[in-house]
């Protein structure tokens, strides 16, 4: 399982980003996560900050301190890796594919935020490099209904299943 962005910047109520449906979307989110814990299956974790020189930084606000924390009911234990990405998708920079391969991890589950920019382009990346991939549309959310669901649509067309 690899959550994706499930931080504060788009989970918690106070944040000027914070997306409609996260609140539901965290639940069932925290829902698998123990579900993968329990049956002792591999869980990993990529969280979004904006670097200086990167494209993100120039297309997007700063997303740094408070903003850039993980959910704490979605935090990653102490043996669960946790990535900082700079870019949409998890595998960018992170070393997430040498890990998986370590892991011997063949099928991917998504979980996170945003639908239709950083659970897209993780799920794409995945499909890529021979993942299996299947992404849970209720654990996951968008700016807006209809970006979610075009997202996932995308997704289910070309590279994975959408549960």
């Known amino acids: 399982m690899l959550l994706v962005d499930c931080q ?3 989970l918690d109520p106070a944040s000027p980003a914070v997306l409609p449906g996260a609140r539901r979307a965290g639940e069932r989110a ?3 996560l ?3 814990r329990k049956a002792g299956r591999p869980v990993f974790h ?3 900050e904006t670097r200086a020189a990167s ?3 120039r297309r997007w606000r700063p997303v740094k301190g408070r903003w850039a924390e993980v959910w704490p009911t979605l935090a990653p234990s102490g043996r669960e890796p946790a990535l900082v990405k700079h870019s949409y998708s998890a595998f960018k920079g992170t070393g997430l594919a040498g890990r998986l391969r370590r892991a011997k991890v063949r099928r991917l589950r ?5 639908t239709d920019l950083c659970v897209l382009a993780t799920a794409l990346d995945a499909f890529d490099l021979g993942l299996s991939v299947r992404v849970d549309g209720k654990a996951c ?3 807006t209904r209809g970006l979610h669901a075009a997202a996932l649509r995308a997704i289910a067309r070309g590279f994975g ?3």
Do not use: E, H, T
């Not at 998504?110 to 945003?114: D, E, I, P, R, T």
């Open 55 to 57: 494209p993100m930084a």
């Open 30 to 32: 925290a829902s698998l």
């Open 8 to 10: 504060r910047l788009f």
């Open 161 to 163: 299943d959408v549960v």
């Open 46 to 48: 990529a969280r979004f």
């Open 34 to 36: 123990a579900d993968f």
């Open 110 to 114: 998504l979980a996170g935020f945003m």
């Open 141 to 143: 959310a968008a700016r």
